[in-house]
């Protein structure tokens, strides 16, 4: 593993105003953290945590580099739980001579992690750090699938400089291609112009709308297990519960409610990476969004140490499978339910004259609600989209 030490700076957690007697399972003596006695040792690590103090591309959001030792104060005040958590703290990659410096230092950062099988939980700064985020992935040379939860889809103009309001519009532009497939989870219609919808559905690319979400909040979790990494916007969480942003919403998600999908990501087996955006001090009210996000981190902890490992093998018996042939009989859906989670899988043909770079997306995650349709004859919208990329 490269060494990324000379990346971060360390964290002081004296000036955190902790407790001055800390019981042994809090997250403040749990945590392996880097100070200025040296950088932690990554050997038997599962996670780290990563402070990023980068803002400066994020115009409206001047304050959000201050976000990380904002959420540490709350976050090593916390329980482990039932869970024993291997995880260190490696501090803060500091910004930059230019904001492309701080990119390529998480950019390094997260290849030598993920390479590592260890998952960086990174706590920005503003959401335009999505985009080396992404890089992290450039040469493990396999396609990925990025989801983020956000209010709107930060396309942006691809011909001017990245911001965190035009990031993904660099990612889905990136030559070489290594996006498969990106997810929006809550956006809302009144802050989404139609080009953008159109194009999302042009590109067969899956966004959901938030009351679609909130409806059904365990819709949500098939959507998120299907990413290898995930971008978390802070303002998409409403105002009342979360008000650390220039421009909040009175309306977005519950706190509860983020707390689950990061649950729902901790859980997804294949996700690698992980990244809390937006989030602005100077905005807080009595620290209430930094403390949200310490315990989204928290239950995003407790998922991960609940995975099941249970991605489908095709002829394992402890998969039920389901054969369902629709009446036109031009398509056939095998449906994969696992018997350790309930969790459901469904596996899309895969044309013989593809690249094998796609293999991996054949099997892709669904719920009940998806097999209903297909046994009354109807085809699921993430079936047939993914159908329409692998074709």
């Not at 959001?61 to 201050?66: E, K, P, Y």
């Not at 498969?180 to 009144?190: K, L, R, T, W």
């Amino acid at each position: 593993m490269s060494d990324i030490s000379h990346f971060f700076s360390p964290v002081f957690p004296e000036n955190f105003d902790l407790p001055s007697t800390l019981h042994d399972q809090q997250f403040a003596r749990l945590i392996n953290i880097h100070t200025s006695e040296g950088f932690p040792d990554l050997e038997g690590i599962d996670i780290v945590l990563i402070g990023v103090l980068e803002d400066r591309n994020g115009s409206d959001n001047a304050g959000a580099h201050l976000a990380a030792d904002a959420v540490r104060k709350y976050l090593y005040r916390l329980y482990g739980g039932s869970f024993a958590p291997r995880i260190a703290d490696l501090g803060n990659i500091a910004p930059g001579h230019s904001t492309e410096d701080t990119y390529f230092a998480l950019r390094s950062t997260l290849d030598a992690l993920i390479r590592r099988n260890i998952v960086p939980v990174i706590i920005g700064g503003t959401q335009d750090l999505t985009y080396p985020q992404f890089l992290g992935y450039k040469d493990l040379e396999q396609t990925i699938n990025v989801v983020t939860v956000d209010s709107v889809f930060d396309l942006g103009n691809p011909d001017e400089d990245i911001t965190n309001k035009s990031y993904l519009g660099k990612i889905i532009l990136h030559q070489p291609n290594f996006l498969f497939n990106y997810s929006n989870i809550g956006y809302q219609s009144y802050l989404v112009d139609q080009n953008s919808l159109q194009m999302m559905n042009r590109l067969y690319f899956d966004v959901y709308r938030l009351g679609q979400v909130r409806d059904k909040i365990e819709e949500a979790e098939p959507i998120i297990r299907q990413a290898d990494m995930l971008s978390f916007d802070i303002s998409a969480i409403k105002h009342s519960d979360a008000p650390a942003h220039p421009f909040p919403s009175p309306n977005g998600f519950y706190a509860e409610e983020a707390c689950q999908m990061m649950r729902y990501a901790g859980m997804n087996d294949k996700l690698s990476s992980i990244g809390l955006y937006e989030i602005n001090p100077k905005f807080d009210d009595h620290g209430k969004t930094a403390h949200l996000a310490a315990q989204m981190i928290w239950c995003f902890l407790e998922g991960f140490y609940n995975r099941k490992n249970d991605f489908p093998n095709r002829t394992s018996p402890d998969y039920t499978r389901f054969h369902v042939i629709l009446e036109d009989e031009k398509h056939e859906i095998n449906f994969y339910k696992s018997k350790k989670s309930d969790r459901w899988w469904m596996e899309i043909p895969y044309p013989p004259h593809k690249d094998l770079k796609f293999e991996r997306h054949t099997l892709i995650p669904c719920s009940y609600k998806d097999y209903e349709l297909a046994v009354n004859n109807e085809i699921p919208d993430r079936w047939w989209q993914t159908y329409q990329k692998l074709s």
